[in-house]
């Protein structure tokens, strides 16, 4: 949760003094012009510190130590940590020690939503390397998933997100990590596991930025905050939900937006072969104009805090996503076409566009040729502005799918994922013998049993449909009848003749929530909860056994195996040889040791 990894410096600064034996990170190595580098935790309070060798350079990093040895020591704060990115990155440009926007990432690439963060990474820095493919290792929405500020957390001030399917709202940074601290987590995992020694370049990509709207009142804070990810997507709907076009839209479009601006986006467009009408396209230009400027204006912002706390032109770049599913309906070939030329015409390079193309989060598309139809006419403008294609609510489709959004683009594209790993992490604690997983897995399902018959019940519409869809599906697909509404109690024992089973739908779609309500309760007001009692809760899952590490593990690597596998990012043989060795671990220590190879 908190941007520093060291809490109690004058601490751990002491141990070390008196040459106490704390754990060294025998992979962490990596030199500098400063000297050669390792990483110490202490095992009992978990806080790090950054050893330079002795001889290295005098007090590169703030608030340090020199040990009887010569060593000298620092914090792992998060100060030192944008200090370090600099030294490492002026020294080698190359280093995947931070996530960067090399070319490979930009162009073809797999999002993987880290919602367990340090149990997570351990399995993406795996199938990372046995597939020597790099991915967009580190994803989340921020604010909604993230915490964006942690003084704003403490200080009570978070905003709350509309959840219509459980009929209420609930606080933003729903999964309770802060984005610096998993930004600074993310980072030490890679060297805790010597995963830097392969050379794989990886990004983080802070998801879904909101632009405009109700938002602008803290873009710096969420510039600042985001300062360590190496790939941004832009989502306009804030400010396009509140944007009025007006009447006369060509009339305003020639009052607002600059004659040459409108001509150079008709002239990038002109040899396509596109329909566009004369007043559809002033409806569009006034409809995205005043998100565009925002857009521009945030982009700025993003480029001049790293231009002031980078050094090197790698610590400087970063990818862009526009993301445009957001917008009603499917999105035309028109749209995107228009879209991308005012974001190039603007000065900014797009990396990834995410079109809607009618997927449903964790359902497979259901019509194979539909959908290459649709991916086809996109791929057709993408390609013209060398922009690959980003496929948001990307889990859970079938391996047909995925291999139709593989060739329609020349695997030019990333597939976004990220609810797909609560599930695996159900799908771990259900089949692990140990006694904690297994409670903690029997009061994660009680608790969306409890929701879902809530649900069921409510007065909010929308809440009850949902809740009953859910529950129907469950037992549909289980051979009961889903004729079980007549009252609670009768919903209540249909559910309870089910298997506890985290193929349920009811479980799927409200176990999220489950991760910080406060103590685990399964009530509306307890959602999102960022006090002690959250974070109390959100604990059981930072305390499993390796049984269970090592079973999530397995569950993420494969999954990421298998979407690389159908969307032709990496080769068959080389997947079937990861899936191979990755069902021989029988260690979680063992799986980890792999990593570095
Ligand atoms: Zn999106």
Redesign the pocket.
């Given at each position: 949760m908190s941007p520093d990894f060291c809490l109690d410096w004058p601490a751990l600064r002491d141990a070390l003094g008196r040459g106490e034996q704390l754990r060294e990170y025998p992979k962490s190595h990596f030199t500098t012009k400063a000297g050669a580098w390792s990483l110490v935790k202490d095992p009992v309070t978990g806080d790090c510190a950054w050893v330079l060798a002795a001889g290295g350079a005098k007090e590169p990093l703030a608030e340090g130590v020199t040990l009887g040895d010569g060593r000298q020591a620092f914090p792992a704060t998060y100060a030192n940590l944008l200090t370090l990115k600099n030294l490492v990155q002026e020294a080698d440009p190359g280093s995947t020690i931070f996530p960067t926007a090399n070319e490979q990432v930009g162009r073809s690439t797999l999002g993987i939503g880290a919602r367990f963060t340090t149990l997570h990474w351990p399995a993406v820095e795996w199938a990372m390397s046995a597939l020597d493919l790099g991915v967009t290792a580190n994803q989340n929405s921020i604010p909604r998933e993230l915490v964006f500020d942690v003084d704003a957390m403490l200080a009570g001030n978070l905003d709350t997100v509309p959840f219509p399917f459980i009929g209420t709202t609930v606080p933003e940074g729903h999964q309770g990590q802060s984005v610096e601290g998993m930004s600074h987590g993310s980072i030490l995992s890679k060297v805790k596991t010597g995963f830097h020694r392969r050379r794989i370049a990886w990004s983080f990509n802070a998801?879904?930025q909101p632009i405009g709207g109700k938002f602008d009142t803290r873009e710096d804070r969420l510039v600042e905050g985001c300062v360590l990810a190496s790939y941004i997507?832009f989502?306009l709907?804030p400010e396009l939900a509140k944007t009025v076009v007006p009447e006369d839209a060509a009339g305003w479009v020639k009052a607002n937006v600059p004659a040459d601006l409108v001509q150079a986006v008709r002239t990038r467009i002109a040899g396509f072969d596109l329909t566009i009408d004369e007043r559809a396209f002033a409806e569009l230009l006034a409809s995205v104009w005043p998100a565009m400027q925002k857009m521009k204006r945030r982009d700025e912002k993003y480029a001049a805090a790293r231009a002031r706390l980078f050094t090197t032109d790698v610590g400087r770049a970063y990818l862009r996503e526009l993301?445009?599913?957001?917008l009603p309906g499917l999105t035309t070939p028109e749209t995107t076409a228009i879209m991308l030329a005012l974001c190039e015409v603007m000065g900014m390079r797009i990396h990834f566009v995410?079109p809607?193309f009618g997927f449903q989060k964790n359902m497979p598309y259901p019509d194979n040729t539909a959908l290459r139809g649709l991916i086809d006419q996109q791929w057709q403008i993408c390609r013209r502005f060398d922009a690959s294609i980003?496929f948001?609510?990307g889990s859970g489709k079938s391996a047909e799918n995925y291999r139709v959004m593989g060739e329609a683009t020349g695997s030019r594209l990333e597939i976004?994922t990220s609810g797909r790993y609560t599930y695996e992490m159900g799908r771990a604690l259900h089949e692990s013998q140990d006694a904690r997983d297994a409670a903690l897995w029997s009061d994660w399902y009680a608790f969306t049993v409890e929701l879902a018959v809530a649900g069921a019940f409510s007065p909010d519409a929308t809440e009850q449909k949902m809740a009953r869809s859910f529950i129907a599906d469950a037992l549909v697909k289980s051979g009961r009848s889903a004729d079980v509404f007549a009252d609670r109690q009768a919903t209540r024992a249909a559910i309870e003749s089910l298997e506890r089973s985290p193929e349920h739908m009811f479980w799927f779609e409200y176990n999220f929530l489950y991760v910080l309500a406060a103590d685990g309760r399964a009530e509306k007001a307890a959602l999102g909860d960022h006090s002690p009692a959250g974070y109390r809760q959100r604990a059981r899952f930072y305390s499993i056994s390796d049984q269970a590490r090592l079973g999530f593990a397995k569950r993420v690597a494969s999954y990421i195996v298998f979407l690389a596998e159908h969307t032709g990012l990496a080769p068959a043989e080389r997947c079937a040889a990861a899936r191979k060795r990755l069902e021989a671990y029988q260690e979680f220590a063992a799986l980890v040791e792999d990593i570095s190879r």
């Open positions: 998801d879904h997507t989502d709907s993301s445009i599913d957001e995410a809607a980003g948001h609510s976004k």
